[in-house]
């Protein structure tokens, strides 16, 4: 089955500057040097998921498209790698863009509150590769060299602050818009880029990436797959041998740890070399930016070298299995 040759994480990365993750999971600001520019931490699915929007903040990311101030759309810093989460504690943890934060929180189906700075959370004990062929997302420390990017962070500060309201909006053939508002009606405009059903699903590769040309389809089909669990490992089978491993997510990044195969049977040499190929990259723990298309069944997975290249990626297909 081929994958939907739609825009992924491409197109939408041109708002990739304050996402918008509201899920169970706590977030956890990046160790020093880390890349992705905010929070990390590997969701959990222990305790009841908060409210929103009839559920539709509850266990999601969610990047913003466009951003409006006093109804003038703002420019996006193609350096920014911003998101916010809800935990289960009554914060919200995220990234302006580069720089994290930790925020009283609350929720509710039409608003969301965020409300004072409060301690921020240990940081995890996993950070991604460093890139080696490109700068990677931005880190809290180029804001001060960067002057858009600062000004940009300042207005998502203001933005995101108070009660703010929640509508939505679902427009054909575009993913589901929601829109976060503030008492003086800026406007930050977000699409779902993980929904709530994201652990129960089993994602099949299909086929390597490079920018926007795609390789040909693996050999194994539905044989080559990854299983992503609330707990922060991944099981799964690459073709021919059963495949395990450790992730971390960080805001709309993804990065791998300790992927190993857990099997020794013997397929096809096609077969083989793919598995070879796709473990080999799994280990090198490259920083993912991945979107988990709602409604589609299908995901990228893009290394984030700088904006606007998204290198070598996976393109998958989903099947709900669990």
Not at 20 to 30: E, H, K, Q, R, V
Not at 149 to 173: M, N, P, Y
Request: net charge negative; glycine share 12%.
């Amino acid at each position: 089955m081929p994958i939907p040759r739609r825009v992924p994480l491409r197109a939408l990365a041109a708002g990739v500057t304050a996402l918008l993750a509201l899920s169970a999971c706590d977030g956890a600001p990046a160790a020093p040097g880390a890349q992705g520019g905010g929070a990390s931490a590997s969701p959990s699915s222990a305790g009841p998921r908060p409210a929103g929007a009839g559920g539709l903040l509850s266990g999601g990311v969610w990047a913003i498209r466009k951003f409006e101030v006093g109804g003038r759309a703002e420019d996006l810093p193609s350096e920014a790698r911003g998101w916010i989460a809800l935990g289960n504690d009554g914060t919200a943890s995220g990234s302006y863009g580069c720089t994290p934060f930790r925020r009283k929180a609350e929720v509710t189906a039409t608003h969301l509150t965020l409300g004072e700075e409060v301690a921020p959370l240990p940081a995890p004990s996993h950070s991604p590769a460093p890139p080696t062929d490109g700068p990677g997302p931005c880190r809290p420390d180029d804001v001060a060299g960067a002057p858009a990017l600062a000004d940009f962070e300042k207005k998502v500060r203001a933005a995101f602050d108070g009660e703010l309201s929640l509508t939505t909006k679902q427009t054909d053939g575009y993913p589901l818009e929601l829109h976060v508002k503030n008492g003086q009606g800026d406007d930050i405009q977000l699409a779902q880029a993980r929904g709530d059903d994201f652990f129960g699903i089993r994602w099949q590769l299909v086929d390597t990436t490079f920018h926007d040309e795609h390789g040909p389809e693996f050999t194994a089909g539905d044989e080559m797959f990854l299983d992503f669990h609330d707990d922060g490992s991944v099981s799964g089978k690459l073709g021919c041998n059963d495949l395990t491993a450790k992730v971390t997510f960080a805001g709309t990044h993804l990065y791998f740890d300790d992927a190993a195969l857990t099997t020794r049977r013997t397929c096809s040499s096609k077969v083989m070399k793919e598995e070879a190929s796709v473990l080999a990259t799994l280990k090198k723990s490259l920083n993912y930016a991945y979107w988990a298309e709602p409604g589609t069944l299908s995901m990228s997975l893009d290394e984030d070298l700088a904006f606007p290249a998204r290198e070598h990626g996976f393109d998958l297909i989903g099947k709900r299995h669990r």
